[in-house]
């Protein structure tokens, strides 16, 4: 079992930035992938990121690009979602996961609660 918290979301403006982090209980943090997933109201939730449990692979979808960054500090069985220039389209809850290098949500097989991250205009 995984247990996942994360922190780090709230209100920003605008070009703005926050980094989320997803904080991991367990020895076995470093084998799995860990990706991060937003959802807006009435809406699925959506793939943003996913990052090997090495942190070799990393991959994002093309709207974060450029603007989003994953990291994991293995030793601190943690993960972070660095988010800059955050424009209102990313508003939603966001979520990170625990499982294997997937872009879908049936690829992870933990979740934390999420994050709220509201971005103003």
């Known amino acids: 079992q995984v247990q996942l918290v994360e922190s780090g979301g709230g209100l920003v403006q605008a070009g703005g930035s926050l980094r989320l982090s997803c904080a991991a209980s367990?020895?076995?943090?470093?084998?799995?992938?860990m990706g991060w997933f937003r959802q807006a109201p009435g809406k699925e939730r959506e793939f943003v990121g996913t990052?090997?449990?090495?942190?070799?692979?990393?991959d994002y979808i093309d709207s974060v690009k450029g603007r989003f960054t994953i990291s994991r500090d293995n030793a601190k069985n943690t993960v972070y979602l660095q988010m800059n220039s955050l424009k209102p389209d990313d508003t939603a809850v966001y979520y990170c996961?625990?499982?294997?290098?997937?872009?879908?949500?049936?690829?992870?097989?933990?979740w934390g609660q999420g994050t709220q991250v509201t971005v103003s205009s």
């Open positions: 996961a625990a499982g294997g290098y997937s872009t879908v949500v049936a690829g992870y097989d933990y």
């Open positions: 367990g020895r076995t943090f470093s084998q799995y992938a």
């Open positions: 990052i090997s449990g090495s942190g070799v692979r990393i």
